[in-house]
């Protein structure tokens, strides 16, 4: 257990779809963060929060839309996906600052496939 | 741009020891991290380097050479569950929250 807790695990959408994905820290800590992992391919960040403010958006396609209510929980929020979009999806958060306090605690993923 | 490179795969024998190369050329340097991910599970933290040498922590170790833009991981008496995903990954800020480049991942074959 990393503290960190994504659901759902696995999500089979269609293109014309609406569908959340949500990630919970029980860690305290103060930024939060959505990662792309595609087969053989680097972890793509895909959007960073810093004490529920938005501080990096990395050119992400509007059909992904995140939330930040609270310092522990974090929503992306996803409408008409392509099959491209098909990946697993990372939450992960950290303490937020230098050294070692930069390191990423990950959820799980959710593992997501669009038809 | 950003660059992070790694071996794609990698086999050894159950009890051997396995040493993962990554190079990197990024903007800025603030430490290189590894993580461990196993299939289906999050990625795991194991090591961080800032400065240059070796960090040992039981049967992983990880070296730094800043100059050289070069770490490397070194996995002894290796066990069949260190099967696995090791990823590079370099914090290129100095921001207050840890935006990480992440390589595309070694992956370790371990056999009997």
């Known amino acids: 257990e990393t503290g960190v807790t994504q659901t759902p695990r696995h999500l089979v959408m269609g293109m014309t779809n609406k569908k959340s994905l949500k990630c919970e820290q029980h860690l305290g800590h103060n930024a939060m963060y959505w990662y792309k992992q595609s087969a053989k391919k680097p972890l793509e960040l895909m959007f960073v929060y810093s004490l529920e403010e938005r501080v990096e958006n990395n050119s992400v396609p509007s059909r992904f839309s995140p939330e930040c209510p609270n310092s522990s929980h974090l929503f992306l929020h996803l409408h008409t996906l392509q099959p491209e979009d098909s990946a697993l999806y990372l939450c992960a958060s950290s303490p937020g600052g230098g050294g070692t306090d930069a390191q990423l605690f990950f959820g799980s993923g959710t593992q997501l496939s669009v038809l | 741009g950003q660059n992070i490179d790694q071996p794609t795969e990698m086999t050894a024998t159950e009890g051997a020891i396995v040493q993962i190369n990554c190079t990197y050329q990024t903007s800025g340097f603030n430490g290189l991290f590894w993580y461990q991910q196993h299939a289906g599970e999050a990625p795991t933290f194991l090591s961080y380097?800032?400065?240059?040498g070796l960090e040992e922590k039981g049967r992983f170790s990880s070296f730094l050479s800043r100059s050289k833009g070069y770490s490397y991981l070194l996995l002894k008496e290796l066990q069949m569950k260190d099967s696995a995903s090791y990823l590079c990954?370099?914090?290129?800020?100095?921001?207050?929250?840890?935006?990480?480049?992440f390589g595309a991942g070694t992956q370790v074959v371990v056999t009997p």
């Open positions: 380097n800032v400065l240059d």
């Open positions: 990954a370099v914090r290129d800020r100095s921001d207050s929250w840890g935006k990480l480049q």
